[in-house]
């Protein structure tokens, strides 16, 4: 698969996939990332809280679907910087034949995908795609290089469409890469809500840096980019209540992000 050159990267602005590593304790961010980073926590305290479990709900929704769902393809949409188990790592240490393909125009999280997000199985694949997810068009195109897409697909928005032009925009990629996978296929989606005025105000201020602007959305907006779709169990909930373990049961707090795997029929 061909990858364009990325474009140089940016220290003087701040970027939400450096500040989610920095609040994640990773090493792979600036000090503009960790300035806003650090007076974000200020606003919102249980940032940090959601950046984690967001991780969790990752790894929990990928061992499902390669264990329990038979689950070979994923396209992990928005990947951000690589941190503690991702996708490629969860997915082939289960089914060592999994192909993962990730999907970003960060130009470092694409210089960290080509040093760190190889394969972890000689019988896998671990690749990338180049592209604004406003383009799902394009991101179809340059998977269907990789991933068989007669056979289903994982498809993955973790927590990245709030920073879609708006709700119309959201529910357009979504569809668009739904409509290209096979029956079989899920989406595995979760998204910031408003439900915490703490974290309302946060986004508010995090766009007046001179990031990319996060529109946290309602409840029922993020419910409704499943329609269509038949969600598993437990349905859509905070992400923390989804399938948590036996050892995170009644040790996490609900917090202001929601989504769901939903299988298409």
Request: glycine share 8%; with cysteine; aromatic share 8%.
């Amino acid at each position: 698969m061909a990858h364009e050159d990325p474009v140089q990267i940016r220290t003087d602005i701040p970027h939400s996939a450096r500040i989610w590593n920095f609040w994640m304790g990773g090493k792979d961010n600036y000090e503009v990332d960790r300035t806003v980073g650090e007076a974000s926590l200020q606003i919102d305290p249980g940032i940090a809280t959601m950046a984690v479990q967001s991780r969790q709900f990752l790894i929990r929704a990928v061992r499902h679907l390669t264990e329990e769902a038979g689950i070979r393809q994923f396209l992990d949409i928005g990947t951000g910087l690589p941190t503690m188990q991702n996708t490629h790592e969860v997915a082939q240490g289960i089914a060592p034949e999994a192909k993962i393909v990730y999907v970003d125009h960060d130009p470092l999280v694409l210089a960290h995908a080509r040093a760190l997000l190889t394969s972890t199985s000689a019988e896998g694949v671990t690749t990338f795609v180049n592209a604004d997810f406003h383009e799902p068009e394009k991101i179809v195109a340059e998977a269907h290089a990789v991933l068989n897409l007669n056979l289903p697909v994982a498809v993955m928005f973790m927590g990245v469409l709030g920073h879609a032009h708006s709700y119309e925009d959201v529910l357009r990629i979504v569809r668009t890469v739904m409509a290209a996978v096979p029956p079989g296929s899920y989406l595995v989606l979760w998204d910031g809500t408003d439900d915490s005025p703490a974290y309302v105000d946060l986004c508010a201020e995090y766009a007046k840096s001179g990031g990319t602007p996060y529109s946290p959305r309602t409840r029922q907006q993020i419910a409704d980019i499943f329609d269509g779709l038949e969600l598993i169990a437990p349905g859509y909930s905070c992400i923390t209540d989804w399938r948590p373990d036996s050892s995170e049961v009644g040790q996490t707090a609900d917090i202001a992000a929601f989504g769901g795997v939903a299988r298409k029929s």
